[in-house]
Nanobody, 115 residues
Framework: QVQLVESGGGLVQPGGSLRLSCAAS?????MGWYRQAPGKQRELVAT???????NYADSVKGRFTISRDNANNTVYLQLNNLKPEDTAVYYC????????????WGQGTQVTVSS
């Protein structure tokens, strides 16, 4: 069982930046972030594999950057040029190599973009 602990959410003005962190208690193949806004379905934001391959939702390309520290089993999400529509609870996830879905979830961290 892998446990995920997130940090870094908060309130920021439009155009601002935040950095989310997620520390895992063990190694997994892929890690990343989903988000869920009120009244909406949870959506995949970004993923990074152990080898460094990344994938982003179209809505965040060019603004968010995912990175990973394999030695410390930690994944980061740098959120730049934030927009009000980025407001959501952001959930860290991790999955094993041959799993088609997340195996583990973090507790979620709130990101609010508002003036």
């Amino acid at each position: 069982q892998v446990q995920l602990v997130e940090s870094g959410g908060g309130l920021v003005q439009p155009g601002g930046s935040l950095r989310l962190s997620c520390a895992a208690s063990g190694s997994t193949y892929a890690m990343g972030w989903y988000r869920q806004a009120p009244g909406k379905q949870r959506e995949l934001v970004a993923t990074i594999t152990r080898g460094g391959s990344t994938n982003y939702a179209d809505s965040v390309k060019g603004r968010f950057t995912i990175s990973r520290d394999n030695a410390n089993n930690t994944v980061y999400l740098q959120l730049n040029n934030l927009k009000p529509e980025d407001t959501a609870v952001y959930y860290c996830y991790a999955r094993h190599q041959y799993s088609g879905y997340p195996n583990y979830w973090g507790q979620g961290t709130q990101v609010t973009v508002s003036s």
